[in-house]
C-alpha cells in the first residue's frame, strides 16, 4: 500500500479563496482523522470519521470548515472563506481499530 | 477521549547519550503509543505498550508503562544526530488517539 495519500502538497492562496484538501486512507482502515498543526498550538484533531460516518467534530474551528468522506477511500477537508490565521499544516491519518494511526505527508496551506 | 502530556518540552543531548522522555495520561487506557515526528513530516508510529505490558524493547527504544500512575517513559539509547525530531506519546482508550505537544528533541553531534 502506498500509505495515506494526500494533496495537494503546498497551498497558497488568498483570503476569502475556498480551499479543498483531500486524503485517501490506507485500504481496509475504519478511521480516518483530520489533525491542523501549527507553532502556537501544536497538533490539533480537528474530525474524525469511522466508516465514513463523521463521529466527533468538536475540534473544526468554526462552520467556515466542513468536511466529507463519501466512500471509504476518500475524504476531504474544505475552508471556505479561508482566512490568515488557517495558514497551518493539514494532515491526514487513517487507522484500524484502537491500532497505530499511519500520517500521511500533510498539506502545507498558506492563506495571505 | 485520552491525551498524552509529554515532559520535557524540550531536549538537548550530545550524541551517544541517552534520551528519556516521559508522558501522563488521565484515564483508563488500551495501550500508548509513541510517536516521531521530523519537521515538516507527518508523525510516525515507534512503539505500541499495551496497558497489560510494563516494558517494550524495539532496538534502542525502551518503552516502560506504569499504569498505577498512568505514566510513560521513551528511552533512546546511544542517541544519533538523526535522532533529532518531536516525540509525542498518545493513549488509546475506546475512543480515538490524542497527541500532546511533544517533546522536542535535539541531538548535537
Known amino acids: 500500500d502506498a500509505g495515506v495519500i494526500q494533496s495537494p502538497r503546498h497551498e497558497v492562496t488568498e483570503m476569502g479563496q475556498e480551499v479543498t484538501l483531500r486524503c485517501k486512507p490506507i485500504?481496509?482502515?475504519?478511521?480516518l482523522f483530520w489533525y491542523r498543526q501549527t507553532m502556537m498550538r501544536g497538533l490539533e484533531l480537528l474530525i474524525y470519521?469511522?466508516?465514513?460516518?463523521?463521529?466527533?467534530d468538536s475540534g473544526m474551528p468554526e462552520d467556515r470548515f466542513s468536511a466529507k468522506m463519501p466512500n471509504a477511500s476518500f475524504s476531504t477537508l474544505k475552508i471556505q472563506p479561508s482566512e490568515p490565521r488557517d495558514s497551518a499544516v493539514y494532515f491526514c491519518?487513517?487507522?484500524?481499530?484502537?491500532?497505530?494511526?499511519?500520517f500521511g505527508p500533510g498539506t502545507r496551506l498558506t492563506v495571505t | 477521549s485520552q491525551q498524552g502530556e509529554e515532559d520535557p518540552q524540550a531536549l538537548s543531548i550530545q550524541e551517544g547519550e541517552n534520551a528519556t522522555m516521559n508522558c501522563s495520561y488521565k484515564?483508563?487506557?488500551?495501550?500508548l503509543q509513541w510517536y516521531r515526528q521530523n519537521s515538516g513530516r507527518g508523525l510516525v508510529h515507534l512503539i505500541l505498550?499495551?496497558?497489560?505490558?510494563r516494558e517494550k524493547h524495539s532496538g534502542r527504544l525502551r518503552v516502560t508503562l506504569d499504569t498505577s500512575k498512568k505514566s510513560s517513559s521513551l528511552l533512546i539509547t546511544a542517541s544519533r544526530a538523526a535522532d533529532t525530531a518531536s516525540y509525542f506519546c498518545?493513549?488509546?482508550?475506546?475512543?480515538?488517539?490524542?497527541f500532546g505537544k511533544g517533546t522536542r528533541l535535539s541531538v548535537i553531534a
Open positions: 491519518a487513517s487507522q484500524t481499530g484502537l491500532g497505530e494511526q499511519y
Open positions: 485500504s481496509g482502515h475504519d478511521y
Open positions: 470519521f469511522n466508516n465514513n460516518v463523521p463521529i466527533d
Open positions: 484515564t483508563s487506557i488500551n495501550n
Open positions: 505498550i499495551r496497558s497489560n505490558e
Open positions: 498518545a493513549a488509546s482508550g475506546n475512543t480515538p488517539l490524542v
